[in-house]
């Protein structure tokens, strides 16, 4: 995982226009790059209505055994991609909702011919380009509004490893040029154990990555089957981490200020291994934060002037404005 997190990090933060909110995103829409994440390849367009250049949205295959075709298909009507290992499906309109895109894999090879372990398949639908956000320590809320269902999922024997999980991920850059990313576990075919940096977290290098259930941000863990429509404010968790004080063991710390961190990549989908059959539809995906903060003695107060996302830690002070007390330094 942590070769894919390397190729796939920005290089380039641009600062944000001064604004009160910034949504992160673009809608999803019925185009899409289609891409060899693994060689960074773009394989060309997938859909209808489909522009020059560029689409926002990108579906990076990593090391799955044979890559999807682009393929152009009529207006209006759902389109598909598939062959024996992965599926890429489009619906203008599925139970009412628009833009749905449907992620699966099905029998994986067991090892990894490069490196002789257990094969990891990733499918994410992620930005083509670099995101730019207020600093995380000016921000009041950041709120992660995602719809995924959990269409299908059969895990078989076959290989040493036969697992799956669905996530939607944040990443980040800081002006110490470190990068942390943190996979927002949603769904899988085990329960996670709580918070785990990942294990290749051991190295020299300026990336930092850790796996997270999206039950540390008042979500509900999905499990293999099932439908989840999540409107949570993410940001306290990740200023937690950010805050934790974690050093590699090779002596290297985790940038600990919120202030010198903003977010610079976001992707979502299925990782997989071995033996699975498994189907996820993705839809309704919003990014958006909230700016404002004062100091407060030599902390930061986040505040709003609207019904919180979340209760946690706010305190109505009247006229339909909320404030929060952090621990971020003023600076």
Not at 90 to 109: D, S, T
Not at 264 to 290: C, D, H, P, Q, R
Request: with cysteine.
């Amino acid at each position: 995982m942590l070769k894919k997190i390397i190729s796939i990090l920005l290089l380039l933060i641009t600062p944000p226009a001064t604004a009160q909110k910034q949504n992160l995103l673009q809608p999803l829409n019925p185009s899409i790059n289609i891409n060899n994440g693994q060689t960074g390849q773009h394989l060309g367009q997938a859909g209808y209505n489909i522009s020059s250049g560029y689409n926002f949205w990108s579906l990076n295959q990593w090391l799955n055994p044979s890559n999807l075709t682009p393929q152009t298909f009529p207006p209006g009507l759902p389109w598909e991609l598939a062959n024996t290992t992965s599926r890429l499906k489009f619906w203008p309109f599925k139970n009412g909702v628009a833009n749905v895109y449907e992620i699966a894999l099905n029998n994986l090879p067991c090892v990894n011919p490069i490196e002789n372990n257990p094969l990891e398949v990733d499918m994410f639908l992620e930005p083509r380009d670099h995101l730019s956000s207020f600093p995380l320590g000016e921000m009041a809320q950041l709120n992660l509004t995602l719809n995924i269902e959990g269409t299908y999922a059969v895990i078989s024997s076959g290989c040493t490893v036969n697992q799956f999980g669905h996530t939607a991920s944040i990443m980040m850059h800081s002006t110490t040029d470190q990068w942390l990313t943190v996979q927002i576990n949603l769904a899988a075919s085990t329960v996670p154990q709580g918070m785990e940096w990942c294990p290749n977290n051991n190295s020299t290098s300026n990336i930092f990555c850790v796996d997270d259930s999206v039950a540390n941000y008042g979500g509900t863990f999905l499990g293999q089957i099932g439908t989840q429509k999540y409107n949570l404010d993410i940001l306290p968790r990740l200023i937690q981490i950010i805050q934790s004080e974690y050093q590699k063991p090779t002596g290297i710390k985790l940038e600990s200020n919120p202030n010198n961190w903003r977010i610079a990549g976001f992707y979502m989908g299925t990782v997989g291994y071995g033996k699975v059959n498994v189907t996820s539809t993705w839809s309704e995906i919003k990014l958006e934060s909230t700016n404002g903060t004062f100091c407060s003695g030599n902390t930061k107060t986040q505040f709003i002037c609207e019904t919180p996302i979340s209760q946690s830690g706010w305190i109505n002070v009247g006229s339909g404005c909320y404030h929060r007390p952090t621990n971020t330094p003023c600076q």
